[in-house]
């Protein structure tokens, strides 16, 4: 049977540990009703409930906006989503060929920021470790928060709470920050707080802050930090801190996520596969969650 096995990272240590989750094999069988199997072998059961998944039976969420002329670019990028049309419809041959081109700056839409983006040396797109982008979600709601003050940022006290609820956040996990900012796409101004072509020093929208991401970074060890706005440092930002300390410690940002809404606190898993950009800084990615029937129900 296709499943995922419960998830049991190395916990209930603030020890800073190796960042490969040694723990977790990955085994992939030809069989097609199995599928992938995730086991594990720590000695220790993680808090936060991740229970089994039946693939085929799984709710399958689609956490990425489509590439389109209406995608969110950083203000400053030099030119956004192009698709150029190359062969459409009937060929001499009697039959029908479409094709196209396309070109895009790395930033923008649904993507991935590799750690190579804030820190030098840091791994490119295609060096970022699979298993940094497949792994249980980890999901935090600061939507009420965000929705009083657009530069909110994640706090220690609500990872406190977070934590306080469900558990310690997992080793390995991949941390999305729910903002409720997701709606607002593709309206720039709204999403952005401000639509001023070549000038990003108006910006307005939650995300991480300094002291969370370290937290989660540096004693959580988590895999990657996600949300859905456009940055992993808040709007105001002028000095990226959340994407230095996020880049120094190997661990990927995962910008403008769709569909954030629709996903339990715990319990789904999620598959974030950018496009294979050898050195690349980061790049459009395909990012999808599983959620297991027998997730919580949604808060
Ligand atoms: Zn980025």
Redesign the pocket.
Known sequence: MARFDEFKPETGSDIVRPRELDATRVAATAALAVGLLFATSSVRAASVKSSSIDIRAAKIVDLTHAFDDKTIYWPTAPSNFELKKLAYGQTEGGYFYAANSFCAPE?GGT?L?API?FADGGKAADQVPLRQLIAPAVVIDVSAKAAADPDYRLSMEDLRTWEKKHGPIPSGAIVLLRTGWGKRWPDRKRYLGDDTPGDASKLHFPSYGKESAEYLVRQRQVGALGLDTASIDYGPSKDFVVHRVASAAGVP?L?NLANLDQLPETGAWVFALPMKIARGS?GPLRIIALIPASAEPQH
């Open positions: 930033h993507h920021d983006h940002g910008e980061g």
